[in-house]
Structures are given as structure tokens and as C-alpha cells.
């Protein structure tokens, strides 16, 4: 006949060892459920953790929206201070030398001044012919620079963007607001004025 209390410690023991099997069980099931572990995560590149947290996020969250707005206009502020910066970079380079050409024009003023007064002295040919020499010179240096005269001839039309008017005059042969006279010439670098021609118009 069996004894009552090995019985008792044999049903004991069954019970423990179908708990402990249950519990083995769903925590198996559990872990299956998860689905990225810590292990997981760590073996991913940093681009796949950036797309599985875009993932995990909420696309509607009114912070992240609100940071998206603050990404994108700090990038449209530093596009813009680019495209400035880029803008004054081209206009330094563009007229770097202004300063230099506004000094020599006196120089050409100066030079004009001796071939007109030459011109009519014989014994100053040979130094009139020096001087326009020199000055055919200099003209083409800095007109490789973008230093040109200003186009202001008597019977021209009047364009005050390149010319200023010193005063009115008539002409019976030329209408009203062209060029009768060429009081001083006119430089400009490029599309930028030094100096305007100095002009006489017709009434």
C-alpha cells in the first residue's frame, strides 16, 4: 500500500515543475512580441536607428512639427546669408579697383588738356606726339580692367544715367534734349559711373 505522503510530494513537485514551465513559456512568447531588443538595436548603423526612431514617432506631434518649422527656417536664413554673402564677394571683385581708376582720371583730364593746347604749337609736335603716346597707353591698360569713356558726342541724346546736364543751350540744327556741347568727358567702370559727362543740351 502506498504511503499518503509520498503522494503528496510527488503531486507538489508536478505542480512546481508545470508553473515553471508556464512561466518559461510566456516569457518566450513575451520576448517574441518585442520587436527590437536592446541587443538588436546596439547591432544597427546610426541611419537605421534614425529611421526606426522615425518610426516609433508620432507624425502629427506638435513638437516635432514645431521643430521641423525651426530646421527649415534656420536653413532658409543660412541659404540666404550664402547667397548675400556670394552677391558682395562678386561686386568687391567686380569694382575692385575703383579707387585706383577714379585717381587716374584726373590724369587723362590733364593729358587731354596738353594734346589740345599742343596741337596747335608747332614746335610741340614732338611732344604732343609723346604725350598722345603715353596716353593711348594708359587708356588701354586700364580698359583691360573695365575702365571705358563714357559716349557723350555732340548730336546724341541726352541720357541722364551717363550724362549731366551743366545747362541749356540752342542749336538750330539738333532738337530739343540732345547733346550741343562736351564740357568734360565721362568715365565709368563697367556699367558703374566714375565720373558723367559733363554736357550742354539743346532747349
Request: proline share 3%.
Amino acid at each position: 500500500m502506498s504511503d499518503p505522503k509520498k503522494q503528496s510530494g510527488s503531486k507538489k513537485n508536478a505542480q512546481a515543475a508545470y508553473e515553471k514551465n508556464s512561466k518559461q513559456e510566456a516569457h518566450r512568447e513575451s520576448e517574441e512580441n518585442i520587436p527590437f531588443d536592446a541587443d538588436q538595436e546596439s547591432a544597427l548603423s546610426d541611419e537605421e536607428l534614425i529611421a526606426l526612431c522615425k518610426e516609433r514617432l508620432c507624425s502629427s506631434c506638435p513638437i516635432k512639427e514645431e521643430k521641423d518649422q525651426e530646421v527649415m527656417l534656420v536653413k532658409a536664413d543660412a541659404d540666404n546669408y550664402r547667397k548675400r554673402l556670394a552677391r558682395e564677394k562678386e561686386q568687391i571683385c567686380k569694382f575692385a579697383g575703383q579707387d585706383i581708376l577714379e585717381d587716374i582720371i584726373p590724369i587723362l583730364d590733364n593729358l587731354d588738356l596738353a594734346l589740345e593746347h599742343g596741337r596747335d604749337v608747332q614746335a610741340c609736335q614732338d611732344l604732343v606726339q609723346g604725350v598722345d603716346m603715353t596716353r593711348k597707353i594708359l587708356l588701354e591698360s586700364i580698359q583691360k580692367h573695365g575702365f571705358q569713356a563714357i559716349e557723350s558726342e555732340k548730336g546724341q541724346v541726352f541720357d541722364p544715367a551717363w550724362h549731366e546736364a551743366m545747362g541749356e543751350a540752342e542749336d538750330p540744327e539738333l532738337d530739343s534734349g540732345h547733346i550741343c556741347q562736351v564740357l568734360q568727358k565721362g568715365y565709368a567702370l563697367k556699367d558703374r559711373v566714375l565720373r558723367p559727362a559733363k554736357v550742354m543740351i539743346c532747349k
